[in-house]
């Protein structure tokens, strides 16, 4: 056979190959070139195609719910979870009882799967295996990294809204935070860095705040030092009298655990009766302050007044004016 004979059905078996790859099912299309709907890109790098707008829209962790609350009318919501109906926990517990649907909290595949949702909100820290036994079930599932400072924040309510087809009211709720973030650095900007104020969070486990969490970024965003992100505090770890004296706090906070706060007060009892901390400047001022306990982990939209309370806690006399803001 001819060099030029060879190389003539090469070619042509290098066109039938292109061809091939062209037909339906050959190869992988690009998502964006399905046609009709819009599509989604989750932070796993997967892309979604959706026909039309999800009508039933689960969200499997609280602040998943909560987003949604904000973003879409109650009827296009599956389910909500006990923890979001809680008044006395839940940041949005007066729209998520207007949603039909309820579900366990933590659920498994099977009682999400009961709900039939068309489009299915998961952290990436969240159960991986019912994540992907509901893939495996053929629902769509929308994969995000757990949000740790303001602009993760941004880009959530950002994907989200996009996700569900909503994209103007997922920027409204971003124009909103933005708002009360503006409000605060307007204030706190004015102070100079040698008088702002240490602060040092407490839960139930003790001395929260590592530097790398949410907590931290909300301390930062509020014109207040986090005092545990001073030490470096490791993840998960807890801190102890000797690092907080050397933190020596302005300013304590602990959590709100409810209507009558037994949960929060038992913890102030605890760390201002402490006779390692007594020489502690907070400790010995009783400078002290409550926040709701979402507020420390707000990783929605939500963020925005987690940013104001500390803010107004920390600097009373510079933030009178804020009710007209908060919970807008």
Known sequence: MSDKRKTLQWSYLVFLLGILFLLPGCGEKPAAQTPGGYDVVDDRGRVIHFDRKPQRVYGNTLSLEEVLLDLLPPERIAAVSPPTL?????LAADKAAKVAGRVPAYPG???IAALGPDLIFAQLRARPETIATLEEMGFKVFCMEV????DMVRKRLKQMGEAVGEPEQGQKLIDELDEKVAYVAAHTD???PE???VLLGFSGQGAFGHPDGLFNDICRQSGVINGAARIHMAYGSHLSDEQILQ????ILMFVDGGADNDYGGKIREQVLGDPALQTAKAVRNRSFFFLKD???ASNTQHMGD??????????????????ELLNK
């Open 247 to 250: 933190i020596d706090p302005d």
């Open 190 to 192: 004015q102070i100079p």
């Open 109 to 111: 595949p099977e009682p």
């Open 147 to 150: 949000p740790t400072n303001l």
């Open 294 to 296: 979402r507020y420390r």
């Open 306 to 323: 987690a940013i104001l309370q500390v803010a107004k806690n920390v600097y009373p006399d510079a933030f009178a004016d804020t009710n």
């Open 195 to 197: 008088k702002r104020k």
């Open 86 to 90: 809680d008044h006395e926990y839940s």
